[in-house]
């Protein structure tokens, strides 16, 4: 379904604490895997771009017992070394604010700021909504079975006006993130990205979303048992379609609804999801 130009690329964040020389190990086994690029991160830490290897860094804000959460906040394909403080991860007050404080500063240095462990931190919408800039929620580790409740907060998210796109780490080969860029070049991925031309999945299911001129939503994918339909409406944000291997679907938005995404469920039961877009 990538045509003419357009490659099929998967980024990979793989979250992982250790020495420098530990995480390139990990990237070497992604890449061997067959991820066109891979990021990898520790706390505190900033990896380098290197060959087949976003530069990446993580950070955490506040801390457990903070008042307004604690978040961890993972940046990707910055030019340059944030030099995000490492004493904020201490805050007591105001973690929300620092939060924001570090998403600008990924963004200075051209990158993209990733909200992570949002459900294992409790991090609930009142508080994510007064963190500005932020790009996108990654969805947890499969196996822990988070996945599911951090679509909804996207879904939530987006019924108070603030929709996220969802970055899946992904599960072993072929899951993780798949952006739709001309090259696989490293700056290509990360304008790809803030642009939206990306889709997650845990596998290797394939998922497209886009707007016709008539206003109408139009989803086309890989084989699957199952496409859903999400929207900011709080009265009614699922359409199913279900079926034996559906590859298009197509929604007639609501009257007053804003941003619609799609996720399906492909026929080895993996899911896939694209981000919102607006109507």
């Not at 530069?55 to 995000?84: A, L, Q, R």
């Not at 796109?165 to 990205?193: D, N, P, T, W, Y």
Request: with cysteine; aromatic share 6%; proline share 3%.
């Amino acid at each position: 379904m990538f045509v003419d130009l357009i490659e099929k690329t998967r980024t990979r964040i793989c979250l992982r604490s250790g020495q420098q020389e530990d995480l390139w190990m990990v990237a070497n086994k992604y890449a061997s895997e067959g991820y066109d690029l891979v990021a990898v991160t520790h706390k505190g830490g900033f990896v380098s771009e290197g060959e087949g290897v976003l530069s990446s860094m993580e950070c955490k804000i506040g801390n457990p017992e903070s008042t307004d959460g604690e978040f961890t906040i993972v940046g990707i394909g910055m030019t340059s070394n944030p030099e995000i403080p490492a004493d904020w991860e201490n805050m007591i007050k105001t973690s929300s604010s620092k939060a924001s404080e570090a998403v600008k500063l990924i963004h200075r240095c051209n990158g993209y700021a990733i909200l992570c462990g949002c459900i294992s931190h409790k991090n609930i919408p009142d508080e994510i909504m007064r963190i500005e800039g932020l790009d996108a929620i990654e969805i947890c580790n499969i196996e822990r079975g988070e996945e599911g409740e951090a679509a909804v907060l996207c879904d939530i998210l987006a019924s108070m006006g603030k929709p996220l796109g969802i970055f899946c780490s992904g599960e072993g080969v072929l899951g993780g993130v798949c952006v739709e860029a001309k090259e696989a070049e490293h700056q290509s991925m990360i304008r790809a990205l803030k642009a939206g031309r990306y889709y997650s999945s845990e596998g290797d299911g394939e998922v497209h979303i886009s707007q016709l001129p008539s206003g109408r939503i139009q989803v086309n994918c890989s084989p699957s048992l199952r496409i859903e339909f999400f929207t900011d409406s709080t009265e009614e944000n699922t359409r199913r379609f279900v079926g034996k291997d559906l590859v298009f679907a197509e929604y007639v938005p609501l009257e007053g609804e804003k941003f619609v995404r799609a996720e399906i469920t492909d026929i080895n039961g993996k899911r896939a999801w694209t981000n919102y877009i607006e109507v």
